[in-house]
């Protein structure tokens, strides 16, 4: 199973992208659905992660601008990301997990411009 992320791009900051991200395939009993980014040169790090029981989880430098969620239906986890600034730019990565593993997308490129 693969994780296919898309909506990242090139925004004017103020701006505001919506990603999103997808199973290609069934993920049985997912318990945690996350974002995380890794600009140049720099640790990949958590953006926002969501509980099977709906907590969230923000990290200070996003929290009151960013928004995760999901589509039951279709496993689908969301991140809305508004008053976007420079310093978001980064490649953002989707992950799921379950007892067994951590599923990971294949990163999406966000580049927000000053």
């Known amino acids: 199973v693969q994780l296919q992320a898309s909506g990242g791009g090139l925004v004017q900051a103020g701006g505001s992208l919506r990603l999103s991200c997808a199973p290609s395939?069934?993920?049985?009993?997912?318990?945690?659905m996350g974002w995380y980014r890794q600009a140049p040169g720099e640790q990949r790090e958590l953006v926002a992660r969501?509980?099977?029981?709906?907590?969230?989880y923000y990290a200070v430098s996003v929290k009151g601008r960013f928004i995760i969620s999901r589509d039951n239906a279709s496993n689908t986890v969301h991140l809305q990301m508004n008053s976007l600034k420079p310093e978001d730019t980064a490649v953002y990565y989707c992950?799921?997990?379950?007892?067994?593993?951590?599923?990971w997308g294949q990163g999406t490129q966000v580049t927000v411009s000053s």
């Open positions: 395939g069934s993920i049985p009993g997912i318990n945690g």
């Open positions: 969501l509980s099977k029981t709906g907590s969230k």
């Open positions: 992950m799921m997990s379950n007892w067994q593993d951590d599923y």
